[in-house]
């Protein structure tokens, strides 16, 4: 059952995204002429086209999600979370909170987790309360390296953060980060790392800054600070120097390192 699961959410989420590749508006700057004059034709043939567009990604996500199944291991060979393939299937942990959650009892939330997931060498280094959720920093009792980055919902719910912690993370990651490219060459340093999100703060938001940042497989993640205040977070790519905005959070509340 858990395998119909987990290649039902990946065949979901494959064709979503090319869907999505296949409908979304072009730059102005980038449209060629051809796709400019497909604006004056008829509907019908208009129609036909974009469902012709819409095949194609179609069978390109069929195609990928076979290459997928086809290369991956067992599911059995796979630790996740609740035994799950990875991030895959495994996103969500835990009954919901029967009170307030607090960062101590978000934190503790996240060991319950990482234990029953057989993760004996991670363990929780930081919670962030914001006013959507908690954010709790996942790291390697072994090297100090970050590990995970994970969200605990009001309601106790506890799951992968979205965005360069599923997608960039190499060893804990959604797609393993090779998937998208990512992993591949020489990793950048932490200083250079906070050297692309200064000059990315400075152009997006006056006055921010990065703080030190947290290494992971693949990337650094920063909060981001005002006055010495943290006012939200960031992550760099450690390959393609690409940034990556956590916008998801809300405002932030308080912190504290454990």
Known sequence: MRVAETIAAVFVRLVAAFWLLGSAPEPLSQRSPTATSTLKMPRAVRSTRMMTVSQRYLFAGLGMLALALAVAPPLSAQRGWS?????????????????????????????????????????????????????????????????????????????????????????????????????????ITRERARQVAAQYLAAAFRGAEPDEGTPFYGYFTFDVEQNGKPVGMLSVNAYTERVWYHNWHGAFVQERHL
Not at 104 to 129: F, K, N
Not at 168 to 179: C, E, F, S
């Open 83 to 187: 035994g799950h393939m990875g991030w895959m299937g495994g996103f969500a942990q835990g009954s919901p909170s029967s009170g307030p959650l607090t960062i101590d009892t978000a934190a503790a939330r996240v060991r319950e987790v990482l234990t029953a997931s057989g993760y004996a060498d991670l363990t929780p280094d930081e919670v962030m309360e914001f006013s959507n959720h908690f954010y709790v920093l996942v790291k390697e009792k072994s090297t100090g390296t970050g590990a995970m980055e994970v969200i605990v919902e009001r309601n106790g719910f506890v799951h992968p953060e979205p965005g360069p912690n599923m997608m960039w993370n190499t060893k804990y990651g959604h797609m393993g980060g090779g998937m998208m490219g990512y992993g591949q060459g020489q990793a």
